[in-house]
């Protein structure tokens, strides 16, 4: 079969694991990009990621229906959240330490309670087919994605209206970029950042389940691969815009299957080299864009990475 296409095959291979790939990165980078606009950073979303995997695939498996393992997964996620966010509310803790402990503990806490899901089989969730016009067997199976995909692409548009059009997303920027002004505004600093980490807990909390139950779809302990880390480096690069977090994490998906791509047409030479050029791309990227008068381009000014 990729030998009809030809060359094709590969740009076909690459559009195929673009749309799955970059899920969980636009998931978890849009969650993270609401909860640093708060002046709050969570380095603890890759074991929240890894905890939401186990909880989504634990409860599609006990209750026969994925969506709940999504939900349980999102509410699992919320519950780190708010763990981080409650830690990090108490005077002289700092946001970078606490979300370091609690990657580890929320990896930790996954593989504990997730050994009994390694062998079981769950319910996956249910792909959505964009490629019926096509006559092309192989770009109709790159064109099925999964439901959590489009709607992470409304909810960028979502948040990109808010934190420009909407009365919420002021007091959000304010609390991120002073909060003497918001607290001069009347508006609450700490139960706005509460909300923002939680909800970034959420997101990642669905991303993870989306690992488990669509891509790859299973449950082991090696699922993530540091994906929840890198998406927190995505927010960086994409300068606090949800449109931008949106493309970065296609582009870092596109990336990342251009080495089975190139195996599935038969190049083999330089196999782990293709495996890293999502970093690659990544590094080559941040320098060709960086200069010391944008470094802090768009930067919430309250974010410990700028004071």
């Given at each position: 079969m990729n030998e009809d296409l030809g060359l094709w095959a590969v740009p076909i291979a690459v559009l195929g694991g673009m749309l799955r790939v970059s899920t969980p990165f636009l998931f978890v980078s849009l969650g993270e990009c609401v909860t640093e606009k708060s002046g709050r950073i969570n380095l603890g979303l890759e074991g929240t990621l890894v905890f939401g995997a186990m909880a989504g695939y634990g409860g599609s498996y006990l209750t026969g229906n994925p969506w709940a393992g999504v939900l349980l997964a999102g509410l699992?996620?919320?519950?780190?959240?708010?763990?981080?966010?409650?830690?990090?509310?108490?005077?002289?803790?700092?946001?970078?330490?606490?979300?370091?402990?609690?990657?580890?503990?929320?990896?930790?806490?996954?593989f504990f309670f997730g050994k009994p899901l390694i062998q079981p089989a769950a319910p996956m969730l249910p792909s959505l087919s964009l490629g019926g016009w096509s006559d092309v067997p192989q770009l109709r199976s790159a064109l099925e994605v999964s439901p959590l995909l489009l709607i992470g692409i409304a909810v960028a548009f979502v948040l990109l209206f808010v934190f420009k059009r909407t009365r919420i997303g002021l007091i959000l920027r304010m609390v991120g970029d002073s909060a003497d002004a918001a607290r001069a505004?009347?508006?609450?600093?700490?139960?706005?950042?509460?909300?923002?980490?939680?909800?970034?807990?959420?997101?990642?909390?669905?991303?993870?389940?989306?690992?488990?139950?669509?891509?790859?779809?299973?449950w082991n302990?090696?699922?993530?691969?540091?994906?929840?880390?890198?998406?927190?480096?995505?927010?960086?690069f994409a300068r606090w815009n949800p449109l931008a977090c949106l493309g970065a994490a296609l582009i870092f998906g596109g990336a990342g299957a251009l080495g089975p791509a190139l195996q599935s047409v038969g190049v083999t030479s330089g196999y782990y080299l293709f495996y890293a050029a999502p970093y690659i791309l990544t590094l080559a990227i941040l320098f060709a864009?960086?200069?010391?008068?944008?470094?802090?381009?768009?930067?919430?000014?309250?974010?410990?990475?700028?004071?």
């Amino acid at each position: 079969m990729n030998e009809d296409l030809g060359l094709w095959a590969v740009p076909i291979a690459v559009l195929g694991g673009m749309l799955r790939v970059s899920t969980p990165f636009l998931f978890v980078s849009l969650g993270e990009c609401v909860t640093e606009k708060s002046g709050r950073i969570n380095l603890g979303l890759e074991g929240t990621l890894v905890f939401g995997a186990m909880a989504g695939y634990g409860g599609s498996y006990l209750t026969g229906n994925p969506w709940a393992g999504v939900l349980l997964a999102g509410l699992a996620g919320t519950l780190f959240g708010l763990l981080h966010a409650a830690l990090c509310s108490l005077p002289r803790v700092n946001d970078i330490a606490v979300g370091i402990a609690l990657m580890i503990l929320g990896s930790g806490l996954a593989f504990f309670f997730g050994k009994p899901l390694i062998q079981p089989a769950a319910p996956m969730l249910p792909s959505l087919s964009l490629g019926g016009w096509s006559d092309v067997p192989q770009l109709r199976s790159a064109l099925e994605v999964s439901p959590l995909l489009l709607i992470g692409i409304a909810v960028a548009f979502v948040l990109l209206f808010v934190f420009k059009r909407t009365r919420i997303g002021l007091i959000l920027r304010m609390v991120g970029d002073s909060a003497d002004a918001a607290r001069a505004m009347g508006y609450p600093i700490i139960p706005v950042r509460v909300a923002a980490t939680a909800f970034g807990g959420f997101m990642a909390g669905i991303a993870g389940a989306y690992l488990s139950l669509y891509y790859p779809g299973s449950w082991n302990e090696n699922i993530s691969s540091g994906q929840g880390l890198i998406a927190v480096a995505l927010v960086i690069f994409a300068r606090w815009n949800p449109l931008a977090c949106l493309g970065a994490a296609l582009i870092f998906g596109g990336a990342g299957a251009l080495g089975p791509a190139l195996q599935s047409v038969g190049v083999t030479s330089g196999y782990y080299l293709f495996y890293a050029a999502p970093y690659i791309l990544t590094l080559a990227i941040l320098f060709a864009t960086s200069s010391p008068r944008r470094a802090l381009e768009g930067a919430p000014r309250e974010l410990s990475i700028t004071k």
